[in-house]
């Protein structure tokens, strides 16, 4: 699969595609509907698939004092489209000058010149255009005028409603990773370069692998039972802390784990943290024997949990 940034021109051979249009952050179920739809109309016609997204995230844009709420990075998504069998995927610079566009100038400069669109599928929600102008029903408008069809897909519901990156990063902030991770049909999880902390935790014999969340939505500040995944490909049990470690001055927000089982450095190394399941609240003990003591007792609940995974 092809990734285009930066505003860079569109390979020949992608030209002419049916494009599933919106953000896609977390590239939930209601995602994958959308996307899917595309997929499988370009392959009817025999033309090539595109996902066309936005970066930066426009809320970020217009807000940007707003707190991290990421679900994923873009190379998460590359490799979830490619996965999805996807052809491209087109990150749209997301800049005052894009969002003064009018809905038709949007489309003729991005969907018609640029991409040259032979289909559009969005979700019903989808806005674009200076001031949101512009909805499903003038997409579809323009698009008979351009010459390219639009269709919408319906949202996709569980018995909590239906399912949204908002719901999803509610129970992130509650602490229910097992429902985020149903609707987004795979763990939340947070993927960085292992850095250098205190190294706390080597002296207790539990040496951790730290992240920092960068964009990424704040879950509620715990200890997890988590699955790391490794550049080598393999999956490792590890309990983790994400917070601002209570017990270490000054205060630095970190996901720190423990990998179960398992020996190795792993500095300048990219590892993926996969959120299993919340065991507790982050919390300030009398000293570092209690805390040894903690965190054995975490890691013996983070075995338990994994293995009725």
Do not use: C
Request: hydrophobic residues 45%; aromatic residues 8%.
């Amino acid at each position: 699969m092809k990734l285009i940034m930066h505003g860079d021109a569109l390979p020949g051979d992608l030209r002419g595609a049916i494009v599933a249009l919106g953000n896609f952050d977390g590239f939930h179920a209601g995602h994958q509907a959308v996307v899917g739809a595309a997929r499988d109309w370009a392959r009817k016609l025999g033309r090539p698939t595109l996902v066309a997204s936005f970066d930066p995230h426009p809320a970020r844009l217009f807000q940007p004092d707003v707190a991290p709420f990421g679900l994923s990075t873009i190379a998460q998504r590359e490799r979830w489209l490619g996965n999805f069998g996807m052809d491209g995927l087109v990150m749209i610079p997301f800049s005052r000058d894009l969002a003064a566009l009018s809905a038709e100038e949007f489309v003729d400069e991005w969907l018609e010149m640029r991409m040259g669109v032979a289909g559009v599928v969005t979700g019903g929600d989808f806005t674009f255009g200076k001031g949101r102008s512009g909805d499903v029903t003038e997409l579809a408008r323009l698009g008979l005028k351009k010459g390219f069809a639009a269709r919408v897909v319906d949202p996709v519901a569980d018995a909590g409603g239906t399912i949204s990156s908002t719901r999803i990063r509610a129970a992130l902030r509650a602490g229910q990773p097992g429902v985020a991770g149903q609707m987004l049909t795979r763990p939340f999880t947070i993927v960085g370069q292992v850095e250098h902390g205190a190294k706390l935790g080597r002296t207790l014999g539990f040496p951790t692998a730290n992240l920092t969340l960068g964009d990424y939505v704040r879950p509620a500040y715990g200890v997890y039972a988590v699955r790391v995944w490794l550049n080598d490909g393999s999956r490792v049990d590890g309990v983790a802390n994400l917070g601002i470690r209570p017990m270490i001055e000054p205060p630095v927000e970190l996901l720190e784990t423990w990998l179960m089982d398992w020996s190795g450095d792993l500095y300048g190394q990219t590892i993926g943290v996969e959120l299993v399941a919340y065991l507790r609240p982050e919390m300030k003990l009398p000293g570092l024997e209690a805390l040894k003591a903690q965190i054995a007792l975490d890691a013996e609940n983070a075995r338990r949990v994994l293995r009725g995974q």
